[in-house]
């Protein structure tokens, strides 16, 4: 099978002709129709994350079809649809998995990371940690909901009722996370680079009744901030720019360093906090949530032989919406 591989971190992906691999017990042989790229992919090839297996076929946003089970699948049928997260295995044993926190899980293995992922024609994955799709979304469409939707959503719930949300950095998580907020009836403001016009024009298209650079006020205070840029500076800004007793939710796997900044703006009960991964239980409610809410995802596609492009645009801020890969 074709297959976009890393040999080592910080070299660019290279083209690999690679054997299928064979489902275990548990898992399931994945035909490959679509796999979204996610801002996680860039620090893993960039070294950003410790420890990558090696070589690594990177992506964990995977939709695609099921060819062949192993004999213990009992949730899925051979032809079924299955999303595939970042998620891809955890122990069950230790004092997070027995405490409903399996995003924390000691041992947990993450898909495009410890484990093969998507940038390929065929995937294996474990059954239970795959979703089904609602029939609502195409492949393409679908894919970005696995991570800038499943997280996004994660970091959404950290703002607890917060009536008006601040957003730092309007990617492919944002573009999903606003059309929630929304939803939900609350107001939201987007901060972007500063001068980027074009995602604040498309911050406002989703519903963004404020959007400017992240180096401005908003005109209100805000009652929790998120924050999905990988730029440390955004915490102090947020922090500013977030109400006495707010929250400020960073959503990503790594940042650049935060600058230090003065107690003041912490102060007055202000909560600074990070959301790691996913539970399987986030996964089911925004799955079943994001067809009721309507939410759609703006996508530009790429063929697979293109994914260090995916990467190099992502990186360069220049894709509105979701990357998606297409074998
Ligand atoms: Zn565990
Ligand atoms: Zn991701």
Redesign the pocket.
Known sequence: MRAQVLTAAGSLLAAAELVVPRPGPQQLLIEVRACAV????LHVVDGELPDPKLPLVPG??IIGTIVEKGESVDRFRVGDRVGVP?LGWTCGVCEYCRSARENLCDRARFTGYQIDGGYAELTVADQRYCFAIDLRYGDIEAAPLM??GL?GYRTLRMAGDAQLIGIYGFGAAAHIVAQVIRHQGRRLFAFTRPGDLAAQQFARSLGAEWAGGSDQPPPDPLDAALIFAPVGALVPAALTATKKGGTVASGG?HMSDIPSFPYHILWEERVLRSVANLTRRDAEEFLALAPKAGIRTETVTYPLARANDALADLRNGAVQGAAVLVP
Request: net charge negative.
């Open positions: 996610c801002r996680t992919d964990h946003e970042w991570c800038a997280i796997i």
